[in-house]
C-alpha cells in the first residue's frame, strides 16, 4: 500500500511542478515600465517546440531551395545544348535538302541509262522542292515543325531506296556476267604488245595464207598469264606439233578459252580459276617464232575473234596487217 502511496505521490508532485507558474520579467534599458509574464511550464514546453518546428521548417525550405535553383540551373543547361544541337541538325538537314535536287537529276539519269526507266516514276516527284520544305509551316499547327519537316525528308529517303536497290542489282548483274565471259586481258596487268590478230594471215613457215584463229600477244618470256574469266581447266599439258605447253579453260555461257605457247603451266585439268587468276607463264613452247601468247576465244563449236570481248575491258594498238609479221608472236 505504502509503495502505491509513493507512486501516486510522486507522480502527483510532477503534475503539479508542470502546472507551477513561471514569471518571464522583460527590464527595458529605457527604464520603462517592466513586462511581466506568467505561464507554467506545459506552455513553455509547448511554445518551445513550436518555435524549434518553425525553425526547422524555415531550415528545411532554405535548403530545398538552395538545391531546387541548383536542378533548375543544371535544366536550363542542358536546354541550352540540346537547343544548340538543335540548330546543327537542322543546318545539317538544309545543306541535305540542298543537295536532293542534284541527287534526283543524278538518280533520273542513272536509271534511264541503265534499266530504260524514268526516275520521276520511281518516287522521287517528292523530293523536288525540298529546301521549302525545311523551311515550311507544317499543316497541323499542333505539331513541331521541325519533326514534320525530318517526317517529309524521310519520306523522299525512302522513295529512293527501291531505285538505289534496282540500279545495284543492275549492276551487280553486270559485274558477275563481266566475271563469267572472256573480256579480261590475259597478261597480267595488261602487258604485251599485239602481234596477230583473228583472221587470214600468211602462215610464218609454210608461207601461205590461213586462217590464224587467235590473238596473239608478245612480251618478256616469263610474264605471267591470267583466266580471261571465272571458269573450270578442262585441259592442261603439252601438243608438241602446234599450241605446246597449253590450257583451255570452260567458262559459262558456252565459252571457252585457249592459252598456247606457255613456259610453265600452273594449273591443272579441273582446277576451278578465277578470272585474273594466274595460269601459267608466257613462253615459246611449240610451233611458235618466238615467245609470245596465243590466245583464242570458242564459242560452242565454233571459235571466234577474241576482239570484241577483249575490248569490254581493255584498250589495246590494233594490229590490222595481213602480210608476214617481222618480230615474234606468230602463228
Do not use: C
Not at 236 to 264: E, K, M
Not at 325 to 330: D, E, I, L, N, V
Amino acid at each position: 500500500m505504502r509503495p502505491l502511496l509513493a507512486t501516486a505521490a510522486f507522480f502527483a508532485g510532477i503534475t503539479s511542478a508542470f502546472w507551477q507558474g513561471i514569471t518571464v520579467k522583460i527590464v527595458p534599458h529605457s527604464g520603462s515600465r517592466v513586462l511581466n509574464f506568467r505561464m507554467n511550464v506545459l506552455s513553455l514546453i509547448f511554445m518551445s517546440a513550436v518555435f524549434g518546428m518553425l525553425a526547422f521548417s524555415i531550415y528545411y525550405l532554405a535548403v530545398g531551395s538552395h538545391e531546387q535553383e541548383q536542378v533548375l540551373n543544371e535544366r536550363s543547361r542542358e536546354l541550352e545544348s540540346a537547343q544548340a544541337s538543335l540548330d546543327i541538325v537542322l543546318n545539317e538537314l538544309s545543306e541535305l535538302a540542298g543537295r536532293s535536287s542534284s541527287l534526283q537529276a543524278s538518280m533520273g539519269s542513272t536509271m534511264q541509262a541503265l534499266i530504260g526507266l524514268d526516275g520521276s516514276s520511281a518516287g522521287f516527284e517528292q523530293s523536288s522542292g525540298l529546301i521549302e520544305l525545311i523551311r515550311a509551316n507544317p499543316a497541323d499547327g499542333s505539331s513541331i515543325p521541325e519533326i514534320e519537316e525530318l517526317k517529309k525528308l524521310s519520306a523522299v529517303l525512302a522513295g529512293a531506296v527501291e531505285p538505289l536497290r534496282r540500279i545495284d542489282g543492275v549492276l551487280s548483274s553486270h559485274a558477275e556476267i563481266l566475271t563469267n565471259i572472256p573480256n579480261g586481258w590475259p597478261l597480267i596487268g595488261g602487258r604485251g604488245r599485239v602481234t596477230f590478230e583473228f583472221g587470214p594471215h600468211i602462215h610464218p613457215f609454210t608461207g601461205q595464207w590461213y586462217l590464224h584463229q587467235g590473238f596473239d600477244i608478245a612480251d618478256t618470256p616469263g610474264v605471267p598469264i591470267v583466266a580471261s574469266a571465272n571458269g573450270r581447266v578442262i585441259a592442261a599439258g603439252y601438243d608438241q606439233y602446234n599450241h605446246g605447253w597449253n590450257v583451255i579453260i570452260q567458262h559459262n555461257y558456252g565459252f571457252r578459252t585457249r592459252y598456247s605457247h606457255l613456259r610453265r603451266l600452273n594449273v591443272s585439268e579441273g582446277q576451278i580459276v578465277e578470272q585474273g587468276q594466274q595460269i601459267g607463264t608466257l613462253g615459246s613452247s611449240g610451233l611458235s617464232t618466238g615467245p609470245h601468247l596465243h590466245f583464242e576465244v570458242h564459242l560452242g563449236e565454233n571459235v571466234i575473234d577474241p576482239v570484241p570481248f577483249l575490248k569490254i575491258s581493255n584498250q589495246f594498238d590494233r594490229r590490222t596487217s595481213r602480210s608476214r609479221p617481222t618480230g615474234p608472236g606468230s602463228p
